[in-house]
């Protein structure tokens, strides 16, 4: 590769990189819930401005009021006020309880106002008390180690590792507690299994929160708060001149011990804490019940069919497959109904047909929200009842003809029944904003619903509605949070889940006395999601209880109903269990501070030019031989809500003028959509000559529309329009006649065209799907044409249609089939022919980022044959018989290169070219693929060996090849 072409590719991948960086960096844009068609307002109180939609007027004030409670603590524990006025970027549009925090700029966050995922906590603080105060202590952590250029600490020292980064905000604005720390870390630590980063547990995410939460409680508890503040402000020097924070330097030097040896010190430490319990309470081994073999390793919900024949489970099949799947079906034989972002639970229709669920997905106002779906226990009729009502937790009545369920309407929960003969809604509560339910039962009776409830800031309880009315009985003290109630088959009695353990175990309530009796005692804890009928043996019926084996997996096991343990406290000496109650200052200082109202300014339209936000930028002096020497770099810019994108960069070469190089490219995201534009003076992709390779310089600039189109789940659906006019000219070699061959020499001219892009295709997630995909398919059309106005000298129509699809064969081997058929009509530049390269091109995916950005995106090769053919049609398809060799090489060169699975692949390439280069190409082999991990890129990288079987062909030869390229087509 000439090394015009090759600087163009670092650029690119260089770019690439910051941008996608800067979509991570956009609030709410990657969930749907986007800045299009909503009016945004803005206030600012003492610290802070709030971005808002127009309807949460009055959320923005209670936010307000919360944030500057937080920052009165977190200012007094960090030392120091936060500069500037962070922006606090709201938003109700999706069913999604989170936040994030963005070191730009001042800092700013975004903001998920959605509580009702009542489960994924526990304790009674509201949930904008926890998010809020917890993102800014993020925001504070951020100005404490920052130095300037923050891109370059990010490259001279390790400031932020995230495990430290999250258990930080959590010591300093939470306690220690069953969601936020102790069930994941004590799992963790009986499988002497703490790393968070092996791949293999569905809860690495929590438990990386949890290895930070209790690191730095476990620190402060034995230095003291100060030790954690001098980590924050210590500063090393990096090229005998820069200061930088580097955490495991301040780590090593205000410590005085390294994080290696603190680590070691404090996983000890939790050993003997948490084996000292495991001894005094039950292990998941003490359980007795048969075992009920399910198809998944994480269970999210069970239920038994009411004729007992059949059982509904949703779960995670494995981390290798990590769609949520509902099955039905019985031990050795399970169908998979449905596939998705499912919540739990999941409810049998009486007559056993049907069952109800809730799955997330893109609402009609572009946001992610939850809806209730019906689907046949066949899995083969799918019906959805609701659409955008933000509805969840669905339970059939006893009769059938009534399907209660939860919705949220301007942030409140509602609790409806909905008559499905008459397709009305019968009955509704409507609840204070500061309630949240969770689970929704029917008694066998029909005449009461039972459900879990969070009343924020003073209890969680069961709660029983009798619909008939509209009265409510409690049924628990509120003391602990207890979850997830199932009622026996005779409706006086209810299992339910608690945390008061800081696992969850399983408990019973007699609804007539009011006694509550332990069922399990499980150190990791035990969820009870449904309970049988009585059966021979089991008057009382069975309990289906999902045990916590292991941080890998989850086991059923159906347990006598009258089962009961003994309930006696822990005993653990204080000493290693001291630490879980240290509270930091800040925490208790959010505890005595009121939240009450702050004087705000008048709310005013928000301006999205005014908050457009650095991200990085860097000029350097440069010297690459041939291009010369001169002066490169280049800028990014953001505005938080997807409104403004801008990217600016370029290379002034001050001995060479011909290869200078700019771009100024601008990306904006509405509601409907997105719209991009550029001007360029770039080279464009590399063109492969049979004696050389062809590298132009195009001037000009371009105009993008683009859509994303919902298709649930695991698709992608996505059409764009692109208007582009370009001056093109040869750019290297200096002489472009010299490429001689088939082809007339390349040539300059100017372009006017617009092509329209539509793409559909589906695949399942799948860990190793960069080497070896299980399933799935795709479609892509394009059509491009020009037209010889405002000075263009070309004219002519390309039809260019693409499918593949992945068939199964035995157990994991996969046969992969790829078509494409393309047609010109018209005069194009010589450069720009339709047919078949000699070369393989570089062809990777990335998110947003054309194919072509890399390689010309109308040539395809006949692997066993090296000359290239043009015509104005273009037949080409290829077979592949894939088979999978080894999950991960386990290797990795320089420290910096990784080469992960492998996949053996036979394959039979063919191609037919007409109105040109008439030829005819059949080839065949076999390639050994690999996942090439570079950092966080992955690509597919391949070594293979080809036969040509039309040997009389041009360019037909045997041949040892390696090409990057990935594992689907498009």
């Not at 993020?138 to 100005?143: C, K, R, S």
């Not at 049998?348 to 992610?368: C, H, N, Q, T, Y």
């Not at 209810?494 to 408990?507: K, Y």
Request: net charge positive.
């Amino acid at each position: 590769m000439n090394t015009c072409a090759m600087v163009r590719r670092l650029g690119v991948c260089l770019l690439l990189g910051l941008l996608a960086g800067t979509a991570r960096a956009q609030c709410f844009e990657l969930l749907g819930g986007g800045p299009g068609g909503r009016a945004w307002r803005q206030l600012e109180s003492a610290h802070f401005r709030i971005v808002y939609p127009a309807s949460l007027d009055s959320v923005a004030l209670r936010v307000a009021a919360i944030a500057e409670a937080s920052h009165t603590a977190l200012a007094a524990w960090f030392g120091f006020a936060l500069q500037g006025k962070p922006r606090l970027y709201l938003s109700n549009a999706d069913d999604i309880a989170n936040g994030l925090a963005v070191p730009l700029g001042e800092g700013y966050s975004c903001i998920w106002i959605y509580g009702h995922d009542v489960d994924a906590w526990t304790g009674t603080t509201p949930w904008l008390e926890r998010v809020v105060p917890h993102e800014l202590a993020h925001l504070f952590h951020y100005q404490a180690v920052r130095t300037r250029p923050a891109w370059l600490n990010l490259l001279l020292g390790r400031p932020l590792p995230r495990f430290w980064t999250e258990g930080l905000a959590q010591y300093t604005t939470e306690t220690w507690d069953a969601q936020r720390g102790e069930r994941w870390l004590r799992t963790a630590v009986l499988d002497d299994a703490l790393s968070y980063e092996d791949g293999r547990s569905r809860w690495n995410g929590r438990l990386m929160y949890a290895v930070g939460h209790a690191q730095t409680r476990w620190l402060a508890w034995q230095q003291g708060d100060s030790t954690l503040r001098r980590i924050l402000t210590h500063r090393s020097r990096r090229l005998g001149l820069l200061p930088v924070h580097d955490f495991y330097t301040a780590f090593r030097d205000v410590t005085g011990t390294s994080y290696r040896s603190f680590y070691e010190r404090w996983r000890r430490h939790v050993n003997v804490l948490y084996n000292t319990m495991a001894g005094q309470m039950e292990t998941p081994d003490s359980l007795r019940g048969d075992t009920l073999a399910v198809p998944v390793a994480y269970v999210d919900d069970l239920a038994l069919s009411p004729d007992t024949t059949h059982w509904a489970v949703l779960g995670l099949p494995s981390m290798e497959r990590p769609g949520r799947t509902l099955y039905v079906g019985r031990p050795g034989h399970w169908r998979a109904v449905v596939e998705g972002d499912i919540r739990p639970p999941v409810a049998w229709s009486p007559d056993g047909r049907w069952l109800a669920f809730a799955r997330r997905e893109r609402g009609p106002k572009g946001g992610v929200v939850y809806d209730l779906w019906l689907a046949s226990a066949d899995g083969r009729t799918h019906q959805q009842l609701t659409r955008g009502a933000r509805a969840f937790a669905p339970t059939f009545a006893p009769d059938g003809r009534r399907l209660a369920f939860v919705s949220v309407a301007d942030g409140a929960a509602h609790l409806q029944v909905l008559d499905l003969e008459a397709g009305a809604v019968r009955w509704t509560k409507a609840f204070p904003a500061s309630v949240r339910i969770g689970t929704v039962r029917w008694r066998p009776d029909g005449r009461a619903l039972v459900f879990d409830r969070f009343v924020e800031g003073r209890r969680r309880d069961l709660v029983l509605w009798y619909p008939e009315t509209d009265s409510l009985v409690v049924l628990t003290d509120g003391r602990h949070d207890d979850r997830g109630p199932v009622w026996s088959p005779e409706g006086r009695h209810l299992a339910f889940t608690s945390l008061r353990d800081g696992v969850p175990n399983v408990f019973v309530l007699d609804t007539a006395s009011g006694k509550v009796a332990r069922v399990t005692r499980l150190v990791t804890g035990a969820r009870v999601l449904d309970w049988l009928p009585p059966s021979p043996g089991f008057p009382e019926g069975r309990l289906a209880v999902v045990v916590t084996l292991s941080k890998y997996g989850e086991a059923v096991r159906l347990v006598d109903a009258r089962r009961r343990a003994v309930e006696r406290p822990v005993e653990v000496p204080e000493p290693y269990r001291a630490w879980m109650a240290y509270v930091a200052p800040s925490r208790r200082m959010l505890d005595t501070l009121a939240v009450r109202s702050v004087p705000v300014s008048s709310p005013e339209p928000y301006r999205s030019w005014a908050n457009l936000t650095h991200v990085a930028s860097l000029a350097l002096p440069y010297y690459l031989g041939p291009l010369g020497a001169g002066v490169g770099g280049f800028t990014l810019w953001l505005e938080p809500l997807g409104y403004h994108a801008i990217a600016a960069g370029g290379m002034l070469s001050a001995t060479q003028p011909r290869y200078s190089f700019a771009s100024v490219s601008y990306l904006s995201r509405r509601g409907w959509g997105t719209v991009g534009g550029a001007v360029y003076r770039l080279p464009g992709a590399a063109v492969p000559y049979d004696n050389g390779t062809l590298v132009e310089v195009q001037t000009g600039g371009e105009l993008v529309l683009g859509r994303a189109f919902s298709a649930p789940p695991y698709g992608r659906q996505w059409g764009s329009l692109r208007l582009r006019y370009r001056d093109r000219r040869p750019l290297w070699p200096r002489h472009p006649e010299r490429l001689r061959g088939l082809l007339p020499p390349p040539a300059s001219g100017r372009q006017l065209d617009v092509t329209l892009k539509l793409r559909l295709e589906r695949r399942r997630p799948y860990r190793y799907n960069t080497v070896h995909p299980l399933d799935g398919e795709g479609v892509r059309f394009r059509l491009l044409g020009a037209v010889p106005v405002l000075g263009a000298d070309l004219q002519f129509a390309r039809l260019d249609v693409a499918a593949y699809r992945l068939w199964p064969v035995m157990g994991r081997h996969r046969l992969l089939t790829y078509g494409r058929v393309q047609l010109q009509r018209g005069r194009s530049l010589p450069q720009d022919y339709l047919g078949l390269s000699r070369t393989d091109a570089v062809h990777l995916l990335l998110p947003g980022i054309e194919p072509e950005v890399f390689a010309p995106a109308f040539h395809e090769r006949v692997r066993g044959y090296r000359r290239l053919a043009a015509g104005r049609t273009v037949l080409f398809g290829s077979v592949e018989y894939r088979v999978p060799l080894l999950s991960d090489l386990q290797t990795r060169i320089l420290g910096l290169v990784r080469l992960g699975a492998t996949a053996l692949a036979a394959f039979a390439d063919g191609a037919i070219v007409r109105e040109g280069m008439n030829t005819e190409r059949l080839g065949a082999g076999i390639e050994l693929k690999n996942a090439l991990h570079l950092g966080p890129l992955v690509l597919t990288h391949a070594l293979g060996w080809a036969h040509p079987l039309r040997p009389d062909e041009p360019g037909a030869r045997r041949e040892l090849y390696y090409r990057i390229r990935a594992a689907v087509p498009f």
